[in-house]
């Protein structure tokens, strides 16, 4: 199963984006996914996660309340509606996912990623 992101861009702080992540085939709908980012100089951290089915999400506390994750599992794709951006969420942003639960990918070992969309917040 492969992903590619996309949507990422250059917003001003306050602004909003819509990351996408679309999934190379069905068993998408089977696995619980999550978003994650690699800030400049930093490691890569969790941001959000949800459920097979959509019905349970996760949020780092750094992004509770700005940032929304959701799932299209007809169109194998995963959402992630960012508002209120702030220059500390420039990132790369990255999707990925496994059969199990939404809690369990917040500490998931992946061995493998994608390219990941670039999110420039900046005035």
């Known amino acids: 199963l492969h992903y590619v992101e996309s949507g990422g861009g250059l917003v001003q702080p306050g602004g909003s984006l819509r990351l996408s992540c679309t999934a190379s085939?069905?068993?998408?709908?089977?696995?619980?996914m999550g978003w994650f980012r690699q800030c400049p100089g930093k490691e890569r951290e969790f941001v959000a996660a949800?459920?097979?089915?959509?019905?349970?999400?996760h949020y780092a506390d750094s992004i509770k309340g700005r940032f929304t994750i959701s799932r299209d599992n007809a169109k194998k794709t995963l959402y992630l509606q960012m508002d209120s951006l702030s220059p500390e969420d420039t990132a790369v942003y990255y999707c990925?996912?496994?059969?199990?639960?939404?809690?369990?990918?917040?500490?998931?070992?992946?061995?493998?990623w994608g390219q990941g969309t670039q999110v420039t917040v900046s005035s």
């Open positions: 990925n996912g496994e059969a199990g639960p939404a809690a369990s990918i917040r500490s998931a070992g992946f061995g493998s």
């Open positions: 085939d069905f068993t998408f709908s089977t696995y619980a």
């Open positions: 949800i459920s097979y089915a959509g019905t349970v999400v």
